[in-house]
């Protein structure tokens, strides 16, 4: 599947959720999509699904629009935080309706899921807790086998043992079928490892798109003598800095960056980048008003 | 195989560092079939995009080979190539971060020597 978005523009009255929004995903791996709160990561990830129409722009899904266009939008499964099923329903109903909605369920599978996440077939969605009814959109977001399956943080009130049985069968689900699963969270110390590329929205616009690798050999973490590091550190580009008893620390971002000599070097973590990249346009946001 | 892995450094090159240990060790040995990148992924939650890097690391430095449908193996001669490796590493990784901090603290050459002397002594 390949996704692609042209300028794309969503507006909630006069509130901009996406603004001229441009990338492009495809092929079969895992991804993050990031950013902070009302960055557009759900507006984005429901356009996708073609839950509402945009404002402006195009969004693309095999070059056709997913918006009205059920032979397209039965191969995307969203998973939201809320929202996702009627109250009324039973869990065994929720199993049985996205079995008729997407095409490609495994229905074995699903059962089998319910019976690790121990959800009784009879309850009602409305009396499930928090972490259980997370945990429905986790079977039916995994059974659904969707060629692009996607979860906007499917795991409120699930406890970290379940968190980390999500991860495990996320992992064998995409080794057994391997499609485009898209991830957006806040955990992302968490997560960070199963991401094969990460998506950075930031008020709106694209921050950043990146393989994991890519960002990780793009940027590093050095500490040293405060002279030696600022000598090295001046006209590069400094996204993070702090210093302490005459040793200073930076991260670099966007260089490219030979080993200096006497310093030590190391790397942040994507959560560590995350902070520093998005806080960055913070402070430069605080200046210019 | 079972060490956690670090924050600060590529998951890729840690993979690949704990197949070589394993095989300098002698627990992996040639012809060895290795796990495979999916039973990576899982053991460490992480991509399998990921652990296929870190083992196509060691493919390309002809210490694992594969075998197109059967699996990945350990190659005749990995244990030397790893070992010569290291060597060459050995100075930069281990003895000149200690000799700083030798120094830092003013530990004499002749005790640094002693101990050193010691464990080969001890026959180890």
């Known amino acids: ?289 | 195989m079972t060490e956690r892995l670090k924050e600060d450094q590529p998951i890729f090159q840690q993979i690949a560092e704990m197949i070589e240990t394993t095989i300098v060790e002698g627990e992996l040995q040639a012809s060895d079939k290795i796990p495979s990148t999916n039973e990576f992924a899982k053991h460490y939650q992480i991509n399998p995009a990921t652990a296929a890097k870190g083992i196509n690391l060691l493919v390309n430095q002809e210490i694992i080979y594969k075998k197109r449908g059967v699996g990945m193996f350990v190659s005749e001669k990995a244990r030397d190539i790893v070992i010569k490796k290291r060597k060459e590493q050995f100075y930069d990784q281990y003895v000149q971060p200690m000799l700083k901090e030798a120094t830092r603290i003013e530990l004499s050459e002749e005790q640094l020597t002693k101990w050193i002397k010691e464990v080969y002594n001890r026959g180890n």
């Open chain 1, 1 to 289: 599947m390949e996704i692609r978005t042209n300028h794309l523009t969503k507006k909630y009255r006069k509130e901009v959720a996406l603004d001229d929004l441009s990338f492009q995903l495809s092929g079969d791996k895992i991804v993050g999509l990031l950013g902070k709160n009302g960055a557009g990561k759900t507006t984005l990830m429901r356009l996708l699904a073609g839950h509402f129409a945009q404002t402006n722009g195009e969004m693309l899904i095999n070059q056709e629009s997913p918006f009205n266009n059920y032979s397209l939008s039965k191969n995307i499964c969203l998973i939201m935080e809320s929202n996702n099923f009627h109250d009324k329903f039973t869990v065994k109903d929720i199993l049985k309706i996205s079995s008729k909605f997407y095409p490609y369920w495994d229905k074995e599978y699903a059962e089998e899921l319910r019976e690790v996440f121990r959800l009784k077939p009879k309850k009602k969605v409305k009396t499930l807790s928090k972490g259980m009814y997370s945990a429905l959109g986790i079977i039916v977001g995994l059974a659904s086998n969707s060629p692009i399956t996607i979860f906007d943080e499917p795991y409120i009130g699930l406890d970290a043992a379940f968190r980390s049985t999500f991860y495990d069968l996320l992992l064998e689900s995409y080794e057994r079928n391997p499609r485009l699963i898209i991830l957006s969270t806040h955990l992302i110390d968490e997560v960070s490892k199963l991401f094969e590329e990460v998506v950075i929205l930031q008020e709106g616009t694209l921050l950043l798109h990146e393989s994991v690798d890519d960002l990780a050999n793009k940027h590093i973490l050095l500490s040293g003598n405060k002279e030696e590091v600022e000598q090295f550190a001046s006209n590069k580009n400094v996204i993070h800095e702090t210093s302490m008893l005459g040793q200073k620390t930076v991260v670099l971002y966007d260089e490219t960056i030979t080993d200096p000599a006497g310093l030590k070097v190391s790397r942040a973590s994507l959560q560590e980048l995350f902070v520093y990249l998005t806080k960055e346009e913070v402070k430069r946001h605080a200046r210019a008003n």
